[in-house]
């Protein structure tokens, strides 16, 4: 498995960037994908997620919600993070994850948790200036 997140920088606050996940090595379409992002010294958190195959369900933390939209595109084996609106609380390095488990069963109740994802990239650094 093969996370290479991509499209982190600096933005203004009110700015917007778009980060991008790509995938490999195990069926992208099968699998929910997430967001999350961290700073020094602090946990992991959630950002956003997105379900299998179709991505009709999403979900979002609320500090990002009206915000943030996550997007799947399954014939790249890519997800992205369009975000808009940035505030200086949004810099952090932001890591793309795959879930655990194959499908939706536990998605829906499980999408926002670090523990259900099992793979992760390097991140992409995204800093806000005020």
């Known amino acids: 498995v093969q996370l290479v997140e991509s499209g982190g920088g600096l933005a203004h606050s009110g700015g917007s960037l778009r980060l991008s996940c790509a995938a490999s090595g195990f069926s992208f379409n099968w699998y929910g994908m997430g967001w999350f992002r961290q700073n020094p010294g602090k946990e992991r958190e959630a950002v956003a997620a997105?379900?299998?195959?179709?991505?009709?369900?999403?979900m979002y933390v609320d500090s990002v919600k009206g915000r943030f939209t996550v997007s799947r595109d399954n014939a790249k084996s890519t997800v992205y993070l369009q975000m808009n609106s940035l505030k200086p609380e949004d810099a952090a390095r932001y890591y793309c994850e795959k879930f655990r488990q194959r499908g939706g069963t536990n998605w829906s109740s499980r999408a926002l948790y670090t523990e259900d994802y099992d793979y992760w990239g390097q991140g992409t650094q995204v800093t806000v200036s005020s």
């Open positions: 997105i379900n299998f195959w179709s991505g009709a369900a999403t």
